[in-house]
T-cell receptor, first 110, second 114 residues
């Protein structure tokens, strides 16, 4: 079952902050965050693993609440280059596939 | 920086024809994946491949689909008899290990079935 992302879309001015949420009805082993610009491949941002390990981007942070089966991506001091669609992909124990949410479209305007 | 490459970037085919999409994963990666994205929709998992065999596949990956690693560098997705609904962007991805490691996506092949 696919994770649910919220909001579906958000518009920010440069310098503003945003939070994108991802929740799942299934127990999560890992949460992977990607950003996709129009017509391009998804680009890896962050991975959060059960047990607290994180790997990823310097300027982007995220949290993973294992009990609530939720993850949030925090974008601070947004830049124009942050525009794109953000997907969370969830992984289960013993599974290599990622199940992606429908995405959150982020638009940063000057 | 090493990256996943895919060819062709765009493939147009007639319904019922066979297509082969090609990918060169990052050289020291062990796990390979195919995903697809229908225009404007989410990315969907098709199949994962490790140690020369399929490790997982989704419901989408039916008998019309097959994957192969014909040599030490290429990873291919074959669709035997294409349908209109196979039109999508197909992404190849690779990761150094499975599960707890990031997957790096290639630029994609846009498949258009007429």
């Amino acid at each position: 079952q696919q994770p649910v992302q919220s909001p579906q879309a958000v518009i920010l001015r440069e310098g503003e902050d945003a939070v994108i949420n991802c929740s799942s009805s299934k127990a999560l082993y890992s949460v992977h965050w990607y950003r996709q610009k129009h017509g391009e491949a998804p680009v890896f941002l962050m991975i959060l693993l059960k047990g607290g390990e994180q790997k990823g981007h310097d300027k982007i942070s995220a949290s993973f609440n294992e009990k609530k089966q939720q993850s949030s991506l925090y974008l601070t001091a947004s830049q124009l280059s942050y525009s794109g669609t953000y997907f969370c992909g969830t992984g289960g124990a013993g599974s290599y596939q990622l199940t992606f949410g429908k995405g959150t479209k982020l638009s940063v305007i000057p | 920086e090493p990256e996943v490459t895919q060819t062709p970037s765009h493939q147009v085919t007639q319904m019922g024809q066979e297509v082969i999409l090609r990918c060169v994963p990052i050289s020291n990666h062990l796990y390979f994946y195919w995903y697809r994205q229908i225009l404007g929709q989410k990315v969907e998992f098709l199949v994962s491949f490790y140690n020369n065999e399929i490790s997982e596949k989704s419901e989408i990956f039916d008998d019309q689909f097959s994957v192969e690693r014909p040599d030490g560098s290429n990873f291919t997705l074959k669709i035997r008899s294409t349908k209109l609904e196979d039109s999508a962007m197909y992404f190849c991805a690779s990761s150094p290990q499975g599960g707890r490691y990031e997957q790096f996506f290639g630029p994609g092949t846009r498949l258009t079935v007429l």
